[in-house]
């Protein structure tokens, strides 16, 4: 209201260039300002091709490294497949050489058994026609079984009946016990003949782990 009467007139001032609104409307309210993206940084051509550079020389060394590692791996399977190969052949020779051994033991204690057999059998038929022999020569001098003579010389055939057994006996066992020594030397040169052969592999192989260590990276 203007002193002096009624109400003034005229219109308020407006500005002619409207303000921006720069208010967010967006859901979620706020009533916020939004501020304008910043640009993306800029990178010079220099720097984007020493960042190409660096990762082709990390793939070509990883593509390096892989090639030597197959090498590698190539060369130590071929090379433990013939390790393998020698130890293979050394137990084979082994089982068999123990194989022979038992039955060259078995084929000559048959028959060292058979030929004790025989020896046994032939002594006892031997003494019953030796006894037989003694009892008609001392029947035909009209010396009877119960005289002391006769005795005596029963006793002496018995005695050395027996020490015709034992004999055999003895030389039996004793054949029987060296080809049981053979065995053993049989088996024991087999083992010592394997043991050598994967000391040796495994001298192989310590040499050949030391001069193809596995590649790096």
């Known amino acids: 209201m ?9 219109s308020p001032t407006v500005s002619s260039s409207p303000k921006q609104n720069t208010r967010n409307t967006s859901s979620g309210g706020g009533g916020g300002y939004v501020s304008r993206p910043s640009a993306p940084p800029s990178y010079s051509s220099g720097a984007v091709q020493s960042v190409q ?40 020779a082994y089982n ?5 051994a038992n039955a060259n033991y ?13 020896t046994k059998k032939n002594l006892a038929s031997q003494r ?16 009877g079984a119960s005289s002391g003579i006769y005795q005596q010389a029963m006793k002496d055939y018995e005695s050395q009946y027996g020490s015709r057994v034992t004999g055999a ?3 039996y066992n004793a054949a029987l016990k060296g080809l049981a020594g053979e065995k ?15 000391a040796q592999a495994k001298v192989k192989q310590t040499a050949f782990d030391k001069a193809h260590p596995k590649p790096g990276k």
């Open 2 to 10: 203007i002193p002096g009467g009624g109400f003034g007139t005229h």
């Open 53 to 92: 550079n660096t990762r082709s020389s990390a793939a070509a060394a990883a593509a390096q490294y892989q090639a030597r590692l197959n090498s590698y791996n190539t060369a130590r399977n071929s090379f433990l497949q013939g390790l393998g190969k020698i130890k293979t052949q050394a137990n084979t």
């Open 96 to 100: 068999a050489g123990v194989k022979g």
């Open 106 to 118: 078995g084929k000559g204690a048959k028959g060292l058994s058979a030929q004790y057999g025989g």
């Open 128 to 143: 019953t026609q030796d006894l037989q022999g003694l009892g008609n020569d001392f029947a035909n001098r009209s010396i």
């Open 169 to 171: 006996t003895n030389s």
């Open 184 to 198: 053993t030397k049989a088996l024991s040169s087999a083992a010592a003949r394997r043991s050598a052969a994967l």
